[in-house]
């Protein structure tokens, strides 16, 4: 498996928002691509990764097969005129890049918001569709695990996930302190737009059940609420749904204020009502705030959250990427050394041949209690002489050298006619 892994990407770096909606892929898609992979080109480790940012094909293979997948899976998504939407994707045709990128995506390097929390669990679930489908071997194996390792390193070693780095998450983040983490708030989202739908995915993300939405538009209302399980409320019933919410974030686009005043005459504030406006212009009157029981907080007070967070993850990214460097290597190391595991084995089983040939010939003069001292002593030799070509031939792979020994061990011992058996690695 070594220097055959590749990948395909579309992400918020090379392709606007409208563009990635048309490739994005749901689980079902996902999964028919990569049995429509597998059946095209016997592709046995594969991963798919497909969030609202991003969609990404990695796989093991010889020959590179990057614009062929990028061509499928365009076309499985029914855009049949490939030639436009090449340009869109990035390639990685080299195996080191390729690794590296797939650590840098899982921790949080090239997130929209840099250090997002979200894409560890979006990567996991990746990782079990390939799993679901046996199209993960021990490559694939343990890379992931070796990045979800790495994961939990950054996570415990840098403040590179600490504080709310989006608007829209700095928001949601607002309430558990307006509120009390262990409340669950009446919230009214009102606007459905990119920062509002954002809103939403992060109240889901919160475990927050008692979340209504009203938009102009209902279409858009209605696939939102069906998506998370929300409550969608007639846009004609806003005063109404604002007296039964606790929480209102807006995010509408407009000249004028939405909130105001006058739209709130009929509210009686018995307890405090917050509201948190995102929009620019702003779509909640100033002037609100002069109700009793009414707090306002608008796009400034918010950002200035979101933005000592996101200066904080910034600083950390150095620490970040060490730790990647350093993980990347570790993980090299390892992959390397596949190429030398069909060897060792080779040669354990030939030795292991060697002493049961030898033992045999004995043991009818043994006793039962002599041959199991026999047999342990025989065993514990063979592990002291095999630890040292073991050894040398991991050493050799570091170096770049490994073909040479194998070819040596392959010569004294007549490995070729050996069986590999890759289930007894004691080594």
Same mark, same amino acid.
């Given at each position: 498996?070594?220097?055959?892994?590749?990948?395909?990407?579309?992400?918020?770096?090379?392709?606007?928002?409208?563009?990635?909606?048309?490739?994005?892929?749901?689980?079902?898609?996902?999964?028919?691509?990569?049995?429509?992979?597998?059946?095209?080109?016997?592709?046995? /480790?594969?991963?798919?990764?497909?969030?609202?940012?991003?969609?990404?094909?990695?796989?093991?293979?010889?020959?590179?097969?990057?614009?062929?997948?990028?061509?499928?899976?365009?076309?499985?998504?029914?855009?049949?005129?490939?030639?436009?939407?090449?340009?869109?994707?990035?390639?990685?045709?080299?195996?080191?890049?390729?690794?590296?990128?797939?650590?840098?995506?899982?921790?949080?390097?090239?997130?929209?918001?840099?250090?997002?929390?979200?894409?560890?669990?979006?990567?996991?679930?990746?990782?079990?569709?390939?799993?679901?489908?046996?199209?993960?071997?021990?490559?694939?194996?343990?890379?992931?695990?070796?990045?979800?390792?790495?994961?939990?390193?950054?996570?415990?070693?840098?403040?590179?996930?600490?504080?709310?780095?989006?608007?829209?998450?700095?928001?949601?983040?607002?309430?558990?302190?307006?509120?009390?983490?262990?409340?669950?708030?009446?919230?009214?989202?009102?606007?459905?737009?990119?920062?509002?739908?954002?809103?939403?995915?992060?109240?889901?993300?919160?475990?927050?059940?008692?979340?209504?939405?009203?938009?102009?538009?209902?279409?858009?209302?209605?696939?939102?609420?069906?998506?998370?399980?929300?409550?969608?409320?007639?846009?004609?019933?806003?005063?109404?749904?604002?007296? %039964?919410?606790?929480?209102?974030?807006?995010?509408?686009? %407009? /000249?004028?204020?939405?909130?105001?005043?006058?739209?709130?005459?009929?509210?009686?504030?018995?307890?405090?009502?917050?509201?948190?406006?995102?929009?620019?212009? %702003?779509?909640?009157?100033?002037?609100?705030?002069?109700?009793?029981?009414?707090?306002?907080?608008?796009?400034?007070?918010?950002?200035?959250?979101?933005?000592?967070?996101?200066?904080?993850?910034?600083?950390?990214?150095?620490?970040?990427?060490?730790?990647?460097?350093?993980?990347?290597?570790?993980?090299?190391?390892?992959? #390397?050394?596949?190429?030398?595991?069909?060897?060792?084995?080779?040669? #354990?089983?030939?030795?292991?041949?060697?002493?049961? /040939?030898?033992?045999?010939?004995?043991?009818?003069?043994?006793?039962?209690?002599?041959?199991?001292?026999?047999?342990?002593?025989?065993?514990?030799?063979?592990?002291?002489?095999?630890?040292?070509?073991?050894?040398?031939?991991?050493?050799?792979?570091?170096?770049?050298?490994?073909?040479?020994?194998?070819?040596?061990?392959?010569?004294?011992?007549?490995?070729?006619?050996?069986?590999?058996?890759?289930?007894?690695?004691?080594?």
């Amino acid at each position: 498996m070594l220097d055959t892994f590749k990948t395909i990407s579309v992400s918020h770096k090379t392709a606007p928002l409208q563009v990635r909606e048309l490739i994005a892929l749901n689980e079902d898609e996902a999964k028919r691509l990569m049995l429509r992979l597998r059946d095209f080109f016997g592709l046995a /480790d594969l991963l798919v990764i497909s969030t609202c940012n991003r969609t990404e094909v990695y796989y093991a293979f010889d020959q590179d097969l990057n614009v062929e997948i990028a061509r499928l899976l365009l076309i499985e998504k029914g855009l049949t005129d490939t030639d436009n939407y090449l340009p869109y994707f990035q390639f990685f045709g080299a195996h080191d890049e390729a690794v590296r990128h797939l650590f840098e995506v899982c921790v949080g390097l090239h997130s929209q918001v840099v250090g997002d929390m979200q894409i560890p669990n979006q990567v996991k679930q990746s990782y079990q569709w390939s799993a679901d489908l046996d199209m993960a071997g021990p490559f694939l194996h343990r890379l992931m695990h070796t990045i979800f390792f790495t994961n939990k390193r950054v996570t415990q070693e840098t403040p590179f996930r600490d504080g709310a780095a989006s608007v829209s998450y700095a928001a949601v983040e607002l309430i558990d302190e307006l509120i009390g983490e262990n409340q669950n708030p009446t919230v009214l989202v009102i606007g459905l737009g990119e920062i509002g739908a954002d809103v939403c995915k992060n109240l889901e993300a919160r475990k927050l059940t008692n979340i209504t939405l009203c938009n102009r538009t209902v279409a858009k209302a209605e696939a939102l609420a069906d998506q998370y399980g929300f409550r969608m409320a007639d846009f004609a019933n806003l005063t109404d749904e604002i007296r %039964r919410a606790d929480v209102i974030i807006s995010s509408v686009m %407009r /000249d004028d204020p939405l909130i105001t005043p006058e739209l709130l005459k009929d509210v009686n504030v018995l307890t405090f009502k917050y509201f948190i406006d995102l929009s620019v212009p %702003r779509s909640v009157d100033a002037a609100v705030e002069q109700i009793p029981g009414v707090l306002v907080y608008n796009i400034d007070n918010i950002r200035n959250r979101a933005d000592e967070a996101l200066n904080q993850r910034l600083a950390a990214i150095p620490q970040v990427e060490a730790i990647v460097t350093q993980a990347v290597a570790e993980f090299g190391d390892w992959s #390397k050394e596949m190429v030398v595991s069909p060897t060792i084995n080779k040669l #354990k089983n030939a030795l292991e041949q060697i002493r049961r /040939d030898e033992i045999a010939r004995h043991m009818k003069h043994l006793t039962p209690d002599e041959s199991e001292k026999v047999d342990k002593i025989t065993r514990g030799i063979m592990q002291k002489i095999i630890k040292l070509p073991v050894l040398q031939l991991k050493a050799a792979c570091k170096r770049g050298e490994a073909e040479t020994l194998i070819d040596v061990l392959n010569d004294l011992f007549d490995l070729e006619k050996q069986p590999v058996d890759e289930q007894k690695h004691s080594y």
